[in-house]
């Protein structure tokens, strides 16, 4: 399967065939939600640089497949928050696949930040939504797990909340084919120094021959 398509082929114009096409079964309301997202989502990005993924096809094998993923890596008991959260993936994904899971969005953009509150507002999630950085967010509050995809390379990461690591449980990423020269760089910098790194999960990103990571991040217990 290949990212191009064909001139025959037609994208998906709902989210449940673009959810078939990838075998992912959700209940109706979950989906019809999602779908509201999309929507509202795809009407910000008219104004504001939210997303690229503006199909369902796209929205699905990006969006959802990550979230899909990374999920299965939090638990009910935890106290997420969403670094750099955009257009609000993976945040809003997540507060829509599990609602009673307590999950807050950071976005240092304002106009981004203004998009969000606007979105969970509209959806009716009950998801904070902070409009500063997230290292300055963990100043004040404590999280069990910073989520983040495509915010920055690992060191700059690292960098971001290695003084933070008493309010700040783990660190669990979604990544890109390239995390190990993220890695090296990382340890280059001196900054992997203390910190234990596991791949949770690979999976294959699909239309592409590349495959996309969970990664988590914490103090080394010893």
Not at 120 to 149: G, M, Y
Request: net charge negative; aromatic share 6%.
């Amino acid at each position: 399967m290949t990212e191009e398509l064909s001139e025959t082929e037609e994208l998906p114009d709902t989210l449940a065939l673009a959810l078939r096409e990838c075998q992912l079964e959700l209940p109706a309301e979950t989906v019809d939600r999602l779908d509201q997202y999309c929507q509202l989502l795809w009407q910000w990005n008219q104004r504001l640089n939210l997303t690229r993924h503006t199909d369902y096809r796209t929205f699905v094998q990006r969006d959802m497949i990550d979230t899909l993923q990374l999920s299965q890596w939090l638990a009910a008991d935890d106290e997420i928050l969403d670094v750099g959260s955009g257009g609000g993936v993976p945040g809003v994904i997540l507060a829509i696949l599990q609602p009673q899971w307590q999950i807050s969005l950071a976005e240092s953009v304002s106009k981004k930040a203004r998009a969000l509150e606007t979105i969970v507002s509209q959806l009716d999630l009950p998801v904070p939504v902070h409009a500063e950085r997230a290292e300055k967010i963990v100043d004040d509050l404590r999280f069990t797990a910073l989520v983040s995809r495509a915010v920055g390379p690992l060191w700059k990461m690292l960098s971001w909340f290695q003084p933070h690591w008493a309010s700040v449980g783990r660190l669990v990423v979604i990544k890109g084919p390239r995390w190990v020269e993220e890695r090296a760089e990382a340890r280059h910098r001196g900054l992997m120094h203390g910190i234990e790194l596991r791949r949770l999960a690979s999976y294959p990103m699909p239309g592409t021959e590349s495959e996309s990571v969970i990664l988590e991040l914490r103090p080394s217990r010893e």
